[in-house]
């Protein structure tokens, strides 16, 4: 049951949060969104298999992020249609218009949050692009090209790494101010952007030679080309 969540259909799973979304954006009262984000969480975590240290990590951020929307929403609302209904609202006195939306618009964002996180920490992105393409028929070229940006992302960050050592080795000393440290990641900037756009290069050629062109009957060659890179030869 700790992995429901996880062996769910991605697409299916990625619909259904769309639909809350959009449902929650026609709910104005703060009761209904903050029952949707307790509900999500706790669903989240008793069936689903999350490492729930980064999830708390990542929800504490949004957290922060939400009580300087409640401040935003309370501190330059519009005037009230009714400024005589008050209530206490912590040390203030405030109209009870402005601290219902404000509650509103805050629980509101963490509902979405905890929407999106219960999708990203329960999904494996490749299981959710295959799916895109095999139940929502995402062209296998645009699906592909972005299994390739997606594998990027870790060989970036090696790479940078490896920049960094090199760096290092050649006696090129930390940033110690802002201005250095701008300095310091232009210039890791140049090589990065070279090596990804070998890489993109690199690619897209690979991905041509083996008959991902788009079209639905696979080339003669390509299909060659795939069976050798799978192995059937």
């Known amino acids: 049951m700790t992995t429901l969540l996880n062996n769910i259909n991605p697409s299916i799973k990625a619909i259904t949060v769309v639909i809350s979304v959009c449902l929650l954006t026609f709910v104005f009262d703060p009761f209904t969104p903050l029952v949707y984000c307790i509900l999500t969480i706790l669903l989240t975590f008793l069936f689903g298999k999350v490492a729930w240290k980064i999830y708390l990590v990542y929800f504490l951020v949004i957290c922060l992020l939400s009580i300087g929307m409640l401040w935003t929403a309370v501190a330059f609302a519009d005037e009230p249609n009714n400024p005589q209904l008050t209530m206490q609202f912590l040390f203030w006195e405030l109209p009870k218009e402005n601290v219902t939306v404000a509650l509103s618009l805050t629980f509101r964002m963490l509902a979405f949050a905890a929407l999106s996180f219960m999708f990203i920490f329960t999904t494996n992105m490749v299981h959710f692009i295959l799916s895109l393409m095999q139940q929502c028929k995402l062209p296998p070229k645009l699906a592909y090209g972005i299994l ?28 110690s101010s802002l201005k250095e440290t701008i300095q310091q990641y232009k210039r890791y900037a140049i090589p990065l952007l070279a090596g990804a756009i070998r890489k993109a290069e690199r690619t897209a050629i690979a991905m041509e030679s083996k008959g991902f062109s788009g079209e639905r009957i696979v080339p003669f060659i390509g299909s060659i080309g795939l069976l050798l890179s799978i192995g059937f030869f």
């Open 148 to 175: 390739a940006g997606y594998r990027f992302l870790p060989l970036m960050r090696d790479e940078l790494q490896q920049i960094r050592a090199a760096h290092q080795v050649r006696g090129v000393n930390r940033a």
